[in-house]
């Protein structure tokens, strides 16, 4: 079992990117969501992709590791995007098998999508994941969403949660690697076997790991309490976000982006149908 | 008694990418035979990676490991027997323990080798005795027992195997100076009747001096020393140079003889040290 998870991980630096206002990257991959469903023609699309790139060289981060990153994707991009193949129904058909029609429009409908996700991928990531560190980024939510506090919702309670749950990941991982190798070491065996057997194998893993998470859970509620936390209300912070001029022109920039590429799909050529 | 030998082994972590780390650099060793083998060296020597390469969960980036004279790795889907024949226990190996009663959790390891109830029950009683957990806990939760109990049970699961190589990481780890005692006592005791081969992973000096015939120092991937207690502790300016720690009693040994009192370099236990000081103040005095 490969537990590698590289898609999403910070990785550390010190361009542009990383220095800006988390707040500022969160409602800047909103934005970035937005014109990615917005383009419609490969123009457009040539647009998105000039976009990503730009947004990698800006962030520093080597093209090598966001690749590696999306490799553990590569099976979902390509399902949907050969799903769309066979789906769509168009004007010029190339051939047809029995009742399977491929059509021209659905080849470039699959490119199309598949240059979406990856897009999309690239951009959310490269913001939110890549340079941003996961209390920066569950602060800068929990800021965005003060608001919200009006209406009583526990704003900070629910960001507080996030910034835990993200802080366990790989430490609950490495948890399950050791697990998994004692009990290897006792000759257990994962790979083989029945489903209700490979099911079953399952049992010696969760259950320690089951444990030793609630156990984390209480020294850590423990350890919280004994330096006094009682929630959000009155807290002070020891990081006080900044927005600067460069956090707004990311996001006018973003705005402008839209609108291109609005211009960009009245250009022609085959548009996409969602 | 089995005998693992490992040719010219290296491993590196995340070979290929940026932040790769070569573990173990090259390394030739025979180990086994009817002995207690101790294996120390710093966090980050590379201790942990070489015994998790004995029992294959990790296969060497480079070498081979050779166990009763066959390469484990030569057929990947055998795994399972290297894994029976080389039992491995964990660091905090109390944390692995899942079963709703102690004696079904020491069966685990046998069970995963198709023996028949008979047989698992036998080996499940020998283990415990051998591990020394009374019989009254066998039925009771694995997670009612006290933290030293716990690691007993686990230590058990392994011995269950009846492995031809016992190999154990810290297993003295967190544990207090009594439990300490016990458990590595319980662990010479299973060598010297059972006659296994054991390997022992331990920072702590005081443990490896009483415990081990044969002291491995691992030093940044590499063997840094190998030989017995005596050998490898008289050259205690060199441990300390690499930053590990001896025993106490031989700096003691190496102070009284800045004073004048020579009892040798190979002084590595009290008891050792005591009768060396009595015959030479003895022998002065005739």
Redesign the interface.
């Known amino acids: 079992m490969n537990l590698d998870i590289s898609f999403g991980q910070y990785c550390e630096g010190k361009s542009v990117l990383h220095r800006m206002d988390p707040r500022a990257k969160i409602i800047a991959s909103v934005l970035y969501i937005i014109v990615v469903f917005l383009a419609k023609n490969l123009w457009s699309f040539g647009l998105l992709l000039l976009s990503a790139a730009v947004l990698i060289l800006a962030s520093g981060i ?1 093209p ?2 966001i690749l590696k990153g999306m490799k553990a994707l590569t099976f979902i991009i390509i399902f949907t995007s050969v799903i769309n193949i066979f789906w769509m129904k168009g004007e010029t058909l190339l051939f047809s098998l029995g009742f399977v029609s491929v059509y021209l429009e659905g080849i470039l409908n699959a490119i199309m999508i598949a240059l979406r996700i990856i897009v999309l991928l690239i951009g959310t990531s490269v913001f939110m994941t890549y340079t941003t560190t996961p209390i920066a980024l569950t602060d800068g939510l929990e800021q965005l969403l003060a608001p919200l506090k009006k209406l009583h919702l526990p704003v900070h309670e629910f960001s507080m949660m996030m910034t835990i749950a993200l802080r366990f990941i790989p430490t609950l991982i490495e948890e399950t690697q ?2 998994m ?9 994962f790979a083989s076997g029945s489903l209700m057997k490979r099911a079953k194998t399952l ?2 893993i969760l ?2 790991l089951f ?2 998470a609630f156990r984390r859970a209480e020294e850590l509620a423990t350890a919280m309490e004994c330096r006094c936390y009682t929630g959000g209300d009155g807290r002070t912070r020891m990081n006080v976000l900044h927005a600067s001029p460069k956090d707004v022109v990311l996001c006018i920039l973003l705005v402008l982006l839209g609108m291109v590429v609005i211009f960009t799909n009245g250009l022609g050529g085959y548009s996409l149908s969602w | 008694m089995a005998q693992v030998e490992l040719q010219n082994i290296s491993f590196i972590y995340g070979a290929g990418e ?1 932040y790769e780390i070569r573990a173990l650099d090259n390394i030739s060793l025979t180990i086994g035979g009817s002995t207690v083998t101790g294996i120390m060296g710093h966090t980050g020597s590379g201790k942990s990676t070489l015994v ?1 390469l004995l ?1 294959g ?1 990790l296969k060497p980036t480079e070498g081979k490991v050779i166990l009763d004279g066959k390469d484990i790795w030569e057929d990947p889907k055998k795994i ?1 027997d290297v ?2 024949k080389v ?4 660091q905090y ?1 109390e ?5 709703e009663t102690v004696r079904d959790d020491i069966a ?2 046998p069970r ?2 198709g023996m028949s109830p008979d047989e698992v029950n036998a080996r499940v009683l020998e283990a415990a005795q051998f591990a020394g957990l009374k019989e009254a806990l066998l039925d009771k939760s694995p ?1 009612d027992l006290s933290g030293g109990q716990k690691r007993r049970a686990a230590l058990a ?2 011995i269950a ?1 009846r492995p031809e190589l016992l190999v154990l990481d810290e297993p003295a780890a967190g544990l207090d100076p009594g439990g300490r005692e016990e458990i590595l006592n319980s662990i010479r005791e299973y060598q010297k009747i059972s006659g296994t081969s054991v390997i022992i992973v331990s920072h702590s000096m005081e443990d490896m001096a009483l415990y081990c015939d044969r002291v491995i120092v691992m030093e940044a991937g590499r063997v840094f020393m190998d030989g017995t207690c005596a050998e490898v502790f008289s050259r205690y300016d060199e441990l300390i140079s690499v930053g590990l720690d001896v025993p106490q009693i031989t700096y003691v040994a190496s102070e009284l003889k800045k004073y004048g009192l020579d009892i040798g370099r190979d002084v590595y236990t009290v008891k050792y040290a005591t009768a060396k000081i009595l015959e030479k103040v003895r022998g002065d005095n005739a």
């Open positions: 080597s090598k590791i050791k697990i190798n004692a009990q290897k070491a006792r000759g257990a065996d049992i010696p259950v320690p444990i030793s | 940026p998790q029992n969960l399972r894994r029976f039992g491995l226990v964990m190996p944390y692995q323990l899942f079963d685990f390891g995963n080798m997670f699961g392994v195997m």
